[in-house]
C-alpha cells in the first residue's frame, strides 16, 4: 500500500488549498481514511477522518472551513481547505485504515503567512 499526498504549498492567509492523496489499494472503497498534521514542536494530531460511508469529522478548530472527501472510482482522498490562518501552518499526512494497520503518505508542506 502507498499514499502519495500532494497539494501543498504557502498561501496568504483568507486563502485555499486543496490537498489530494492517492492511494495504492485494491480495497480503498471500504478503507476509512484521514487527514493529520504536525507543526513544528508539535505532535501529529488528526485533522479530519472519513468512513468507508462519506462521513466526515473534523477537529473544532477547522469545522465551517475544511471539507474533507473521497472518490471511490479515483481511489483519492481530499482535503478543500478554505479561510486558512497561519495556525494552520503543518506538513499535513493522509492515513488509510486498511485491515487492523494504519498506512501514511510522505506528507505535504503547506505554510500559510500572515
Known amino acids: 500500500v502507498q499514499l502519495q499526498a500532494s497539494g501543498g504549498g504557502l498561501v496568504q492567509a483568507g486563502g485555499s488549498l486543496r490537498l489530494s492523496c492517492d492511494v495504492t489499494?485494491?480495497?480503498?472503497?471500504?478503507?476509512?481514511m484521514g487527514w493529520y498534521r504536525q507543526a513544528p514542536g508539535k505532535q501529529r494530531a488528526v485533522v479530519a477522518t472519513i468512513s468507508s460511508g462519506g462521513w466526515p469529522n473534523y477537529t473544532g478548530s477547522v469545522k465551517g472551513r475544511f471539507t474533507i472527501s473521497r472518490d471511490n472510482a479515483k481511489n483519492t482522498v481530499y482535503l478543500q481547505m478554505n479561510t486558512l490562518k497561519p495556525e494552520d501552518t503543518a506538513v499535513y499526512y493522509c492515513k488509510a485504515q486498511i485491515g487492523n494497520r494504519d498506512y501514511w503518505g510522505q506528507g505535504t508542506q503547506v505554510t500559510v503567512s500572515s
Open positions: 489499494t485494491s480495497i480503498f472503497s471500504i478503507s476509512p
